[in-house]
């Protein structure tokens, strides 16, 4: 029980450094601490935040995010159905990935597949099918790298000087309407037919994939779109 309690117990801990206004994520190259892992059969003094991602009977996990914002330690929130997620197919990760994925050292190994299997997810591979950068992020993390993309290129393109360069290229606004409207349309068709295939990519990628072809969609409408007064 004390081994348990201790497993639940480490909080890893990491810091980076740098100018906050500057930095959109750091990666941590340099993480020192402890693991955390919440049972939903052990005793755990939770914040209300921490009560707000829980449900009941449910298997939490509060990992260190791997991109940190800012100086201030992150966490990140794996649930149990992200879990159960990564460790059926495609993405089929293995133990030995998990104990990555949750930033847990080889050592917490059994106690990890003791834990998980009082939650229902029993059967992991012994190889996972394949390894990626993405492997190690969770969603939430995949996620709000789109998302940063999104901001930092709808910032610093310049998108309006683009416009000018394509419309003044065709012609002027006469000639390039028309071939801009058709290209919103065959984008927002080839958006549909990709979005209907890919489930897959998708769950490999933890949500990253629709979000960075919308994003880029959006950034390519925006530049199309635009008509000088």
Known sequence: MAAKQEFIEEILKSSSSGAEEDVVHIILSNEEGKETILDPQQPHQSSQDDSETMQDNELVFWVPALLNVGREQQRITVTQEELQR??????????TMLLSLLRLSKEKGR???QTLAKSGIKKLTAKSAIISCFTKLTEA???QLAEDYFYLASRYLRLREINRELVASRGGWGSFQPQANATKELLQDILKEVEARDTNLTLMTHGFSPLIMRAVIDIITEIISFKEA
Request: hydrophobic share 40%; aromatic share 0%.
């Open 86 to 95: 990564r460790v059926a197919p495609p993405e089929c990760l293995s133990q």
């Open 141 to 143: 993390e995949a996620a």
């Open 111 to 113: 106690e990890l597949k």
